[in-house]
């Protein structure tokens, strides 16, 4: 050996760094292949030298073909083996991660993530969300909350609506907060659509502040929300607002956006709307808006395409009626309902229809005769193919005992067995683009004719409370 220092190599690491490879093939290089490696005399642990010049000459003097060839394949046999076990080892490490993974997203989706919202209450200046009889959180105002905002029947938990979105990845919560601008009794007041996350976060906020012009009258609110529908026309989630104007009861829908907010304009009509829903039929998808039409006098139906981007209800040119201001679109079908003894004699103006159930192949509406007291109400029902058409119609159980009552007062003037419109029931109105204004005869059974007749225009159920100007 060299007593060269730069020439010695002092350890398995230092040959195996300068072969160039791990020490586990140095040390099989000098037990199998004769490689000079040299122990240190009276080593207790077998430490090794070796020389450099040494190495590089016996890598040199292997005669047997190509020395590399045959040094390196037991080094390639070597990588092989360390690639399978590496390869073993990233499969169970990424089998780990995946299960750990697995793990937190489970403790993310279910176990870290808040409970769900199952309720809300209000207090005069808050909303309270619940789940079960936790409180999970509270949302303040900036105003006071009207406490009866719509009628002595409605409440403000009325207009609430908690969705499920995404198979349960993503709640929300839909409120109204009628809210008074002012703390005195007589301040304005707006209504706000409130869309909060499950969490308590609020996503977006509507308030109306539509402008229409009926005739030479411009009405620019404040508007009254009266009505708050979940949609999912063609598969997608939605949410329809009925505004109404304070004074004249005109009123629109909007069609909300349930990510952003976003308001479309989707009908109007002349008088108060009180009820919405839809229905899929074979035609396609329709809006069923229910309420009251301020130039017949009556509570109607109107019947909407959703493919259709906006639609008005059917009313005479030249009159306060007519909206001059609105886009153009008719609805497909609009439906007057005739009044009863019963309403008349009470002298309800608003006889609207407040209640529509779809029942997928039928339609079932109410509209409220009396509302005070016990209500009495006339049902009717539907057909929803080939076209949306009324096939039957009958009385609240509360009809007979109000009608015998205002009998004895003297407000009626014939019996129950004799009432008029029950040996004669009143038509049932409809206008369409196509045909105009027809009819549908109801029969004293309470069944209604096929096909309707056509007509000039609807009655007119004129009342002494009925608004002039």
């Not at 070597?78 to 990233?90: D, V």
């Not at 049902?379 to 009809?399: D, E, K, L, N, W």
Request: proline share 7%; charged share 20%; glycine share 8%.
């Amino acid at each position: 050996m060299s007593p060269d220092d730069s020439d010695r190599l002092e350890s398995w690491k230092e040959i195996a760094a300068f072969l160039g490879r791990d020490e586990r093939t140095a040390m099989r290089w000098a037990a199998q292949h004769g490689m000079p490696v040299h122990r240190v005399p009276g080593s207790k642990r077998g430490r090794v030298f070796a020389s450099r010049s040494e190495i590089s000459e016996w890598l040199g003097r292997r005669d047997d073909g190509n020395p590399q060839d045959k040094l390196e394949a037991p080094r390639a046999h070597s990588m092989r083996k360390s690639a399978r076990w590496a390869l073993a080892a990233g499969v169970l490490g990424l089998l780990v991660l995946a299960v750990l993974g697995g793990f937190f997203y489970i403790r993310e989706s279910h176990v870290g993530r808040p409970p769900n919202v199952t309720r809300v209450t209000f207090t005069s200046e808050a909303a309270v969300a619940w789940h079960g009889d936790n409180e999970l959180w509270k949302y303040r105002f900036p105003w006071p909350l009207i406490s009866k905002p719509w009628s002595p029947l409605a409440k403000t938990t009325d207009f609430v609506r908690v969705l499920d979105l995404d198979h349960g990845e993503k709640r929300v919560v839909v409120l109204v907060a009628p809210l008074r601008l002012g703390f005195n009794p007589d301040s304005s007041y707006e209504y706000a659509v409130d869309c909060f996350s499950n969490g308590g976060k609020l996503i977006w906020s509507y308030v109306a502040h539509e402008k229409f012009q009926f005739g030479r009258n411009v009405l620019s609110g404040p508007w009254k929300l009266t009505a708050l529908f979940v949609a999912e026309a063609n598969g997608k989630r939605s949410i329809w607002v009925a505004e109404d104007h304070h004074t004249w009861g005109d009123s629109f829908v909007v069609q909300l956006n349930l990510e952003t907010g976003e308001a479309k304009l989707r009908f109007v009509n002349t008088g108060v709307l009180t009820s919405l829903n839809e229905v899929e039929t074979a035609a396609g998808t329709y809006m069923l808006a229910g309420g009251f039409n301020n130039e017949y006098s009556a509570g109607i139906l109107a019947v909407v395409n959703l493919n259709r981007p906006f639609a008005a209800s059917p009313q005479t040119g030249g009159t306060r009626h007519d909206c001059v201001s609105c886009p153009p679109g008719a609805v497909d079908e609009y439906f007057v309902f005739p009044r009863t003894r019963v309403n008349l004699a009470e002298g309800r103006y608003e006889d609207d229809i407040q209640s529509i159930r779809d029942y997928g192949d039928r339609v079932r509406i109410e509209k409220y005769e009396v509302g005070s007291g016990q209500p009495v109400s006339t049902i009717y029902q539907f057909r929803a193919a080939p076209t949306i058409h009324p096939v039957s119609m009958r009385h609240s159980s509360g009809y007979g005992m109000l009608y015998r009552h205002l009998e004895k007062e003297g407000k009626i003037h014939h019996s129950l067995a004799m009432a008029p419109e029950r040996l004669h029931p009143p038509p049932i109105s409809v206008w369409t683009p196509g045909d105009g204004w027809a009819e549908y005869a109801v029969a004293p059974s309470g069944m209604v004719t096929a096909e309707p007749r056509p007509i000039a225009k609807p009655p007119h159920y004129a009342l002494s409370s009925t608004p002039s100007g």
